[in-house]
Antibody, heavy 118, light 106 residues
Framework: EVQLVESGGGLVQPGGSLRLSCAASGFTVSNYYMNWVRQAPGTGLEWVSIFYSDGRTFYADSVRGRFTFSRDTSKNTLYLQMHYMTVEDTAVYFC????????????WGQGTMVTVSS | DIRMTQSPSTLSASVGDRVIITCRASQSISSYLGWYQQKPGKAPKLLIYKASNLEGGVPSRFSGSGSGTEFTLTISSLQPDDFATYYCQQYHSFWTFGQGTKVEIK
């Protein structure tokens, strides 16, 4: 079964750091364009970052310089390292798969909640 | 950045109704548009890709149309399972979502 499972969410203080994981099964992440999308409570969806199959990464302006998207092909797992977090980073974080950078996101994980609060 | 604007924000409808949701892009995105359905506490689910292509397993009552800057999602006969929030997404230049349209029971 093709599946994405996120983990690592939790409560973090403003200015703190957190690392999210996204474990893939049923397909090889290095063959796809993998994304992080977040959803703040009661609001819509915001694209956060993409990891191209060729290793390039891109970030939304709101997280560039603070978040880092990485990939461990041996574990078929993706990571989102988040630093200098603010209350505006509070959201459910989803990982999602696309076949290319000109494709919709066809597989989504269930999401992991991140709360930034003192 | 490309902005996506959906209308309406909320839509009240009854089972069996024909429902149309509109999505407008701030500049041309060709046909690089997807539609997603999201239920509370769940991940979004892809319904339509490339503006008019039905994702596998999605009921045929869902259809999409449009190109350039104007797009629509149509549900031909609303079913109880369809009450949810719907999002459009452009992937022509980076990735942007509309603000969502909540379809609620009338």
């Amino acid at each position: 079964e093709v599946q994405l499972v996120e983990s690592g969410g939790g409560l973090v203080q403003p200015g703190g750091s957190l690392r999210l994981s996204c474990a893939a099964s049923g397909f090889t992440v290095s063959n796809y364009y993998m994304n992080w999308v977040r959803q703040a409570p009661g609001t819509g969806l915001e694209w956060v970052s993409i990891f191209y199959s060729d290793g390039r990464t891109f970030y939304a302006d709101s997280v560039r310089g603070r978040f880092t998207f990485s990939r461990d092909t041996s574990k078929n797992t993706l990571y989102l390292q988040m630093h200098y977090m603010t209350v505006e980073d509070t959201a459910v974080y989803f990982c999602a798969r696309a076949s290319s950078d000109l494709d919709a996101f066809d597989i989504w994980g269930q999401g992991t909640m991140v709360t930034v609060s003192s | 950045d490309i902005r996506m604007t959906q209308s309406p924000s909320t839509l009240s409808a009854s089972v069996g109704d024909r429902v149309i949701i509109t999505c407008r892009a701030s500049q041309s995105i060709s046909s690089y548009l997807g539609w997603y359905q999201q239920k509370p506490g769940k991940a979004p689910k892809l319904l339509i890709y490339k503006a008019s292509n039905l994702e596998g397993g999605v009921p045929s009552r869902f259809s999409g149309s449009g190109s350039g800057t104007e797009f629509t999602l149509t549900i031909s006969s609303l079913q109880p399972d369809d009450f949810a929030t719907y999002y459009c997404q452009q992937y022509h230049s980076f990735w942007t979502f509309g603000q969502g349209t909540k379809v609620e029971i009338k």
